[in-house]
């Protein structure tokens, strides 16, 4: 009875420890495999400070990179940034939940209390704009573009893409691709099968996979934003790239025919997805590809980060890698940008930390890790491995198409209705109510 009184109490001095030394900014991360923390001497954990928009001397960097195949680029970036400007502390105010599932729920709190971060993650495209900018809550930063001799150094598009009304809202530090698909190459060769390039070619893979007793297409919906990249995706492929911009920009219904032959391939894919696809992140289904349980995940290349930097597998050796079929010659554009919020007390030192993420060394440390390519034009090709290159290459010659699922195309309000909508797709496979769900959400984009 003592014994049992004396491990109780050992027990519950565990339990407090524990508790007491946990990362208060992990909200909920379930990844494994995140033990980069190297770059955290100079930073604390903030999600729960109530700064009133970044004192003296701290940077607050608000994101969701946080965990396996996300924080180190961001670790390291801090990291540099410290070295070079030792006057200023940053804070990493990472909140946890692939493409900012949990945190653009925390950062809305925060900017309608007036109580912004120095400086977050936002995508550029109608997140920026939409939330933010058309809301008057962010600072122009022209004049840091014209300061830094920026505006030939970043690729038009993606100038545009940070715009409003002629004036430029925030710092893009990469491009993330969306429509690849990563495979695993042992698997395709054991099995004698081709890329494939369209989707019936996807079909025919999937069934070959199938009897052979391999999960075809790994998902992990436990986020409902993987299942709507991959309808992006098909969307892409059905309606071209003119014709998916139309679509969000309202001149095509999505009742349209080919919207409805999308929703009907997007359901037949899910005929091949693994059965425990509700209980995964991107990162554990990504892993069912690594340990070749299943053959192929369609997942934007911060999975090249993370099977690179995380789970040590080479490129072109291990994995693979091809664009979504149907959308060869298209690139689905995600791009990462900081920018400068109203109301901010040292907004000379956040111009600071945002012209750093300008430069070339910024950006050529970062991206590297995090598995996408630099969102300047000068970037040292050295640095980048094959897939690196490959998807430098692509972002020249393709025609861009700017991701839904990743807040490039349509409004927060659109697209977390959509993520509903495709979310209820997946269980109860009915292209009827989702095209009915989408069209109704359309007046929202
Ligand atoms: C995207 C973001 C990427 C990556 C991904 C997974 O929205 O642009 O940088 O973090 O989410 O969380």
């Not at 491990?7 to 379930?30: H, K, P, Q």
């Not at 970044?54 to 608000?62: D, L, N, P, S």
């Not at 998902?219 to 299942?227: I, Q």
């Not at 040292?346 to 630099?374: H, R």
């Amino acid at each position: 009875m003592r014994k049992l009184y004396s491990f109780l109490v050992l027990l519950a001095l565990v339990l407090v420890i524990a508790a007491c030394s946990s990362d208060t900014g992990d909200n909920g991360d379930t990844n494994s495999g995140s033990d980069n923390n190297e770059a955290n001497t100079n930073e604390s954990d903030s999600t729960a400070d109530s700064s009133d928009g970044g004192e003296e001397g701290v940077v607050e960097i608000f994101s969701w990179w946080t965990g396996a195949g996300e924080e180190d680029g961001l670790l390291a970036l801090i990291d540099l940034f410290t070295e070079q400007h030792p006057e200023i502390t940053v804070e990493n105010a990472a909140v946890a939940g692939g493409a900012g599932t949990n945190a653009k729920a925390v950062l809305t709190t925060r900017m309608q209390g007036n109580d912004p971060p120095s400086t977050f993650q936002v995508h550029g495209g109608e997140e920026l704009n939409q939330s933010w900018v058309i809301a008057d809550k962010m600072e122009p930063l022209n004049d840091l573009y014209e300061e830094n001799d920026w505006m030939d150094k970043f690729p038009q598009d993606l100038i545009d893409l940070v715009s409003h009304e002629g004036d430029i809202y925030s710092v893009p530090v990469n491009i993330h691709r969306g429509n690849v698909m990563f495979y695993n190459m042992e698997i395709f060769e054991e099995h004698n099968l081709e890329i494939p390039t369209t989707i019936d070619e996807f079909f025919e893979v999937a069934e070959t996979l199938e009897a052979a007793g391999i999960v075809p297409l790994a998902l992990g919906d436990k986020e409902s934003w993987t299942a709507t990249q991959i309808f992006e995706n098909v969307l892409a492929a059905e309606l071209g790239v003119d014709g998916y911009a139309q679509l969000f920009s309202g001149e095509i219904d999505f009742e349209d025919d080919r919207v409805v032959a999308a929703a009907e391939k997007f359901g037949k894919i899910l005929d091949y997805i693994n059965e425990d696809h509700a209980s995964r992140n991107w990162q554990d289904s990504a892993q069912l590809v690594a340990e070749g349980e299943a053959a192929m995940t369609n997942m934007g290349d911060w999975a090249k980060g993370y099977f690179s930097n995380d789970l040590d597998l080479e490129t072109n050796v291990d994995f693979g890698y091809f664009p979504f079929p149907g959308t060869e010659g298209s690139f689905a554009v995600i791009t990462d940008t900081f920018g400068l919020p109203k109301g901010v007390d040292n907004p000379e030192q956040v111009k600071t930390f945002l012209t750093f993420l300008g430069t070339p060394e910024a950006q050529d440390v970062f991206n590297p890790l995090k598995g996408s390519i630099p969102a300047r034009v000068d970037a040292d090709m050295d640095k980048y491995d094959d897939y690196g290159k490959d998807a430098m290459a692509d972002f020249q010659k393709d025609d861009l198409f700017p991701s839904l699922a990743h807040g490039s195309a349509a409004s927060e309000g659109f697209l977390t209705k959509a993520n509903q909508a495709v979310n209820i797709f997946v269980t109860q496979r009915d292209v009827d109510n989702l095209i009915s769900a989408l069209q109704n959400a359309a007046p929202e984009m």
